[in-house]
Every structure is written in C-alpha cells, then in structure tokens.
C-alpha cells in the first residue's frame, strides 16, 4: 500500500513536467529538446540554494525564473536566429549542463540535513509517504487551474492560435514569435520548477537527471490521451495529471515483476511507444467502431 501510496504522489509531483511540455508539445507544436536542461537547472538551482542556507520557497521560486530563461533564450535562438526547432533546443539542452556543473561546483549535491519545502509542519502531521501526495496535489492544482484561466484570456487565445495555424495568427495581427518565445518561457519555467519540487523530495540534485525527462513527460500527455480519447483543452490538461500517475503505477507494476531500477529509461521508453502504437492499432482493427456498434469481431 504503502508503494502505490508513494508513486501516486509520484505521479502528482511529475505530472508538473507533463502539463508544462503540453503547452510546447501540443498548443505551440514545438517540440522542445530545452526540457532536458531546465529540469536539472532548475534542480541544481534550488539545492545550491537550499544548501547555502536560503529558504525553500524562494529558492524553488529561483527554480523556475532561471527555467524561464532557458526558455527565452531557446525562443530566440529559433525565433530570430532562425536555428531549426530541435538544434534550438538541443543547443540550451547542452550549455545548461556546463551551467548547472557551475551552480553546484560538482556532479550532485546533497540536501542531508537541510530544510525543504517537504519540511513544512502541516507536512509533519500526515502519515508517511502522504507528504508527497499532498503537496503535489496541492501544487499541480494550483498550476493547471492557472493554465487553464490564462488559456481562457485573449492571450491565451493567441497563444493557441498561434500553435494552431501560425500562418492566419499572423493575419489577425498576432505577434507569433512572441507568443512562441512566452510558451517556452512559461514551460521551461514550469518544467525547471517541477526539477526543484522533485530534487527536493529526492534530497539531492544530480548533473545526469535530466536524461530521458522528455520520455517521462510525453508519457503522461500520451497515456493521458489514449486513456481518454477526445477531450476539450481544458479536460486534456487533467489527463495529463492522471496519465502521470498511471505511468508510475505501471512502472511500479513493471518494477514488481523483477526489473532493476536501471533498466528504467528503457522501460520508459516501451510504455511510451506502446501507448503511441494503441491508437494506430485500435484504427486498424476497427475497434472504435466495434464498441460503438456493441459487435464482436466475429460477428
């Protein structure tokens, strides 16, 4: 019990990662290597902090500026340096890992004996492996409910019709480039937030956590839509949050049966191609219209 317990706020705490690649990903159909690098940077910036003795909150508040700029400067790498998409990118995916060796002076760093925003007394009061599950509900709430209102402004409307069909976005005088430069901002913030939030609960930062982050938060936009199907924007987004928590139940599943933790990439790799391949194999067989029509294949 205690386990599902515990990969439930798993789940809640990476969902973050998942909403904030869903803004780029899906909305701006971007998609953006920089999430590699603002998570860890993100991370390596809150620990450093935390361990200098500055408060949790406002080095976890630091996570996420220093996210926004990774952002901006991918933003204007593809916007004004007309640097394809990915190159952007993999290019600030790249020099963060310099950054983030910088910022900690060596490979990890440890949170031993320090106070993180888990070490709150509300915290203190719920039974064990809970904290997680609370403060992750409570941040990823607070996180989609202010998405969902900002996409429902007439900024967010031109931000989503700048991912749409940047072509006519144009058109009607929407400044595309800006509204592309605020998605990364917005989601490499959100995602070097998310590092914080995650290294905390760890208690470390390491140089290497970055590695397969973008597999982890396609997964939950990915299970999040197979599981569902046809959602408005609004409902996608709480997708998101539950394909989050269903792909760590089913790596726990995974891990029961006998698997080592290092095999974790690949595993994650799997689940996320599997959960790809389903739509495309359930078109094939017509299974859509079987349910709908309430028929078995043989018949």
Do not use: C
């Amino acid at each position: 019990m205690s386990m599902i317990v515990s990969s439930i706020g798993q789940g809640l705490l990476w969902a973050v990662l998942g909403v904030a690649l869903f803004l780029t990903f899906r909305i701006l159909n971007f998609p953006d290597m920089t999430v590699e690098g603002s998570f860890p940077l993100g991370a390596s910036t809150a620990v450093a902090m935390i361990a200098h003795g500055i408060d949790p909150f406002i080095a976890t508040i630091a996570a996420f500026l220093v996210g926004t700029i990774a952002g901006l400067i991918t933003g204007l790498l593809y916007t004004k340096g007309k640097i394809p998409i990915l190159l952007s990118g993999i290019l600030v995916m790249t020099a963060t890992l310099s950054i983030n060796l910088r910022i900690m002076g060596s490979a990890n760093i440890s949170l031993l004996n320090q106070k993180s925003i888990f070490s709150i007394k509300i915290l203190q009061h719920l039974p064990k492996y809970f904290d997680s599950v609370f403060l992750g509900l409570v941040i990823i709430a607070v996180i989609t409910a202010g998405l969902i209102f900002f996409l429902q402004t007439e900024l967010g409307q031109a931000f989503i019709a700048t991912g749409d069909n940047p072509n006519m976005a144009q058109s009607i005088g929407i400044q595309t480039d800006r509204m592309t430069i605020m998605g990364l901002m917005l989601s490499n913030g959100l995602i070097a937030f998310g590092g914080a939030v995650i290294a905390q609960n760890n208690g470390y930062a390491d140089i290497n956590m970055g590695i397969g982050i973008i597999v982890i938060a396609l997964a939950s936009i990915i299970i999040g839509e197979v599981v569902f199907g046809e959602l408005t924007l609004n409902e996608r987004l709480v997708a998101v949050i539950v394909g989050s928590i269903l792909y760590r139940l089913v790596l726990l599943a995974v891990l029961r049966l006998g698997f080592s933790t290092n095999d974790i990439n690949l595993i994650s790799a799997l689940v996320l191609a599997v959960a790809m391949i389903l739509p495309q194999l359930r078109h094939a067989l017509n299974l859509d219209k079987i349910i709908k029509k309430g028929v078995t294949p043989h018949d």
